[in-house]
């Protein structure tokens, strides 16, 4: 049938280039933020990110590219919008034909989401009369003109939905904490990756496009690589403890998707993030300078996992596997660890035994041992005390040299 109808002119080709999802978590902490912006302003942070994010899609044409804001109470999307709403039936309009026509649920661009009068204001449908129609419609001409449209929506899109973000914080909520729900961010991030990557294989990708080692899954496909996925973590937080629990999941979840997760961390210093990159084989970099912040991005977390087989990546040589007690939130040196008979890993770690030794957890009994007693005082060997020398032989009191003491002859 193949030769009849011809349909392999839409068959993928071998050679042709994997996709590649990016994913960004950008650590909106406002706490954060201030105490860097004598260095780094958000807005500068920003301007570099979307070049870089310019640069992720000029590489392919069917690159990807997803931004989650981690702010201080909540896990945002910047790009690409949520649907704001699902039509109802009130909003549905019959023509005359009886057909029906469905509303767009997700939102357009905030270029051309301006109403004047009813209609959106744009370059085909503003007033030729009204002045602000006319410089509005020079504006979006000259940026048009100037510009990548693919970039520009991204961009638009993603400073209308921070600058959202930014307005909705209240006092309240910058009083309430003053770190970041990077837990919550990377579980968006997992679950639109999951999402994209089973439409990709619906529309006749590959899967296992994560793993290098795996090719496709039918014999036409066989070698041919398949839409690659990764996230990348923009942070200035400080310690995470307190979502210790969530965030080894993520991990774990990512590890077993094959999922790498690049750390930049631009400042701040956590032990998690470390154990992230280490467990998902991600870049991990603490910039030493964050004003070169596009140059780090640009050498180090640019190459997707096909690229970063043909260099030489940074890594990290010391990492942090401490763990944070699930009673205290607290990065603990030495802990105790409940570990249920029928499985392999830790579950639960104390920094100190709880009250009966039972798991608050698991309601499994700690075996302490001989933990809590008194150590058992050994006595203290007593030192023999040397005997004077004896036959004829003294020590010498300036020297210390033995002399002989014989018998005095005559005289």
């Given at each position: 049938?193949?030769?009849?109808?011809?349909?392999?002119?839409?068959?993928?080709?071998?050679?042709?280039?994997?996709?590649?999802?990016l994913?960004i978590?950008?650590?909106?902490?406002?706490?954060?933020?201030?105490?860097?912006?004598?260095?780094?302003?958000?807005?500068?942070?920003?301007?570099?990110?979307?070049?870089?994010?310019?640069?992720?899609?000029?590489?392919?044409?069917?690159?990807?590219?997803?931004?989650?804001?981690?702010?201080?109470?909540?896990?945002?999307?910047?790009?690409?919008?949520?649907?704001?709403?699902v039509?109802?039936?009130?909003?549905?309009?019959?023509?005359?034909?009886?057909?029906?026509?469905?509303?767009?649920?997700?939102?357009?661009?905030?270029?051309?989401?301006?109403?004047?009068?009813?209609?959106?204001?744009?370059?085909?449908?503003?007033?030729?009369?009204?002045?602000?129609?006319?410089?509005?419609?020079?504006?979006?001409?000259?940026?048009?003109?100037?510009?990548?449209?693919?970039?520009r929506?991204?961009?638009?899109?993603?400073?209308?939905?921070?600058?959202?973000?930014?307005?909705?914080?209240?006092?309240?909520?910058?009083?309430?904490?003053?770190?970041?729900?990077?837990?919550?961010?990377?579980?968006?991030?997992?679950?639109?990756?999951?999402?994209?990557?089973?439409?990709?294989?619906?529309?006749?990708?590959?899967?296992?496009?994560?793993?290098?080692?795996?090719?496709?899954?039918?014999?036409?496909?066989?070698?041919?690589?398949?839409?690659?996925?990764?996230?990348?973590?923009?942070?200035?937080?400080g310690?995470?403890a307190?979502?210790?629990?969530?965030?080894?999941?993520?991990?774990?979840?990512?590890q077993?998707?094959k999922?790498?997760?690049?750390?930049?961390?631009?400042?701040?210093?956590?032990?998690?993030?470390?154990?992230?990159?280490?467990?998902?084989?991600?870049?991990?970099?603490?910039?030493?300078?964050?004003?070169?912040?596009?140059?780090?991005?640009?050498?180090?977390?640019?190459?997707?996992?096909?690229?970063?087989?043909?260099?030489?990546?940074?890594?990290?040589?010391?990492?942090?596997?401490?763990?944070?007690?699930?009673?205290?939130?607290?990065?603990?040196?030495?802990?105790?660890?409940?570990r249920?008979?029928?499985?392999?890993?830790?579950?639960v770690?104390?920094?100190?035994?709880p009250?009966?030794?039972?798991?608050?957890?698991?309601?499994t009994?700690?075996?302490?041992?001989?933990?809590g007693?008194?150590?058992?005082?050994?006595?203290?060997?007593k030192?023999?005390?040397?005997?004077?020398?004896?036959?004829?032989?003294?020590?010498?009191?300036?020297?210390?040299?033995?002399?002989?003491?014989?018998?005095?002859?005559?005289?």
């Amino acid at each position: 049938m193949n030769e009849v109808d011809g349909s392999e002119h839409y068959e993928r080709h071998s050679d042709e280039p994997p996709p590649s999802l990016l994913t960004i978590v950008l650590d909106t902490n406002p706490h954060a933020w201030s105490l860097l912006s004598p260095t780094l302003p958000l807005s500068k942070a920003i301007a570099t990110i979307l070049v870089f994010i310019n640069a992720h899609l000029a590489f392919n044409y069917a690159n990807k590219v997803a931004v989650v804001a981690s702010h201080c109470q909540r896990a945002q999307w910047l790009y690409p919008s949520p649907p704001t709403s699902v039509p109802s039936r009130n909003n549905v309009v019959a023509n005359g034909t009886g057909d029906v026509q469905m509303e767009n649920g997700l939102p357009e661009p905030s270029a051309t989401r301006r109403k004047m009068g009813g209609r959106a204001v744009g370059p085909g449908n503003t007033p030729a009369g009204s002045p602000a129609g006319q410089n509005l419609h020079s504006t979006i001409t000259a940026d048009d003109a100037n510009k990548y449209r693919p970039f520009r929506l991204i961009e638009d899109e993603v400073m209308t939905n921070l600058r959202a973000l930014i307005d909705s914080t209240t006092e309240s909520d910058l009083q309430g904490t003053s770190t970041t729900m990077m837990a919550g961010a990377l579980t968006l991030a997992l679950t639109y990756i999951n999402r994209e990557t089973q439409a990709y294989e619906e529309s006749g990708g590959v899967s296992g496009g994560n793993d290098p080692g795996v090719a496709g899954g039918s014999d036409d496909t066989e070698g041919k690589p398949g839409m690659q996925s990764r996230i990348l973590v923009l942070s200035v937080s400080g310690d995470l403890a307190f979502q210790y629990i969530p965030i080894m999941n993520c991990i774990f979840a990512a590890q077993g998707k094959k999922i790498p997760i690049d750390i930049c961390k631009i400042a701040g210093d956590t032990v998690f993030l470390q154990q992230a990159s280490d467990a998902t084989r991600g870049v991990y970099m603490h910039l030493q300078d964050p004003r070169g912040l596009l140059q780090y991005l640009m050498l180090a977390f640019l190459p997707d996992q096909t690229s970063r087989r043909h260099l030489i990546m940074p890594s990290q040589v010391n990492v942090d596997f401490r763990a944070a007690c699930f009673c205290h939130k607290l990065v603990v040196d030495i802990g105790f660890v409940v570990r249920p008979a029928d499985l392999d890993i830790a579950l639960v770690v104390f920094c100190t035994p709880p009250e009966g030794a039972i798991c608050l957890t698991c309601g499994t009994h700690l075996q302490l041992g001989d933990y809590g007693a008194k150590p058992a005082v050994v006595p203290r060997a007593k030192k023999k005390k040397r005997r004077a020398p004896t036959g004829g032989v003294r020590l010498d009191s300036v020297g210390g040299t033995p002399t002989s003491m014989g018998t005095p002859g005559p005289e």
